[in-house]
């Protein structure tokens, strides 16, 4: 297994831990379960985990892509500069989920105020891995870019103006 596969293997994670995340606090809050508060804090931190194994793994991955014809230097570039924004605050994510998670154990007053900023940084966190998990696909996936014309839209515009 190459750097690109591992890549592949784990770079979905740091977004989808967040996804979870979100709804799991979204839960607690609701709910005002402290349990289910301290899970999403849990999973915000194995988020933060998999954005660090993810961004270990870049520059492998890097590597070997950038040897494929057809692959722009570009792609892998903006990639990598909006992976390594959503990596720093998926860093942040986890570590206030750490002191969340704290207070909650420590049955602080003020546990439920880092509840709701934890949820609402998180859609933040959430906001740049959508748009790193984009760039990133872009780099093989001519198909999501935008401006891409697909051609087989184009065949059957031709063929409806040209039946009889």
């Known amino acids: 297994m190459n750097g690109a596969h591992w890549h592949l293997v784990v770079n979905h994670l740091p ?18 379960s402290e ?6 804090f849990m999973i915000f931190v194995f988020g933060a985990l998999a ?4 961004m270990a793994s870049g520059e492998e991955a ?18 990598e500069e909006t992976a390594e924004i959503f990596a720093v605050l998926s860093y942040i994510l986890g570590g206030i989920s750490l002191l969340g998670l704290l207070a909650s154990y420590k049955q602080k007053t003020f546990s439920s ?12 966190v959430l906001f740049f891995g959508i748009q790193s998990g984009k760039s990133g696909g872009e780099i093989r996936h001519t198909e999501i870019r935008s401006g891409y014309n697909n051609p087989a839209n184009e065949n059957k515009k031709s063929k409806i103006g040209h039946e009889d």
Do not use: C, N, Q, W
Not at 20 to 31: D, E, F, P, R, W
Not at 63 to 69: G, M
Not at 115 to 124: H, M, W
């Open 113 to 124: 105020l880092i509840s709701i900023g934890t949820l609402a940084f998180a859609f933040v």
């Open 15 to 32: 977004i989808i831990f967040p996804i979870v995340g979100v709804i799991v606090m979204a839960k607690g809050l609701i709910s005002k």
């Open 35 to 40: 349990s289910d508060k301290r899970t999403a």
């Open 62 to 79: 890097e590597e070997v892509v950038e040897k494929i014809s057809g692959v722009s230097e570009t792609f892998i570039k903006s990639h």
């Open 51 to 54: 954005a660090i194994a993810s």
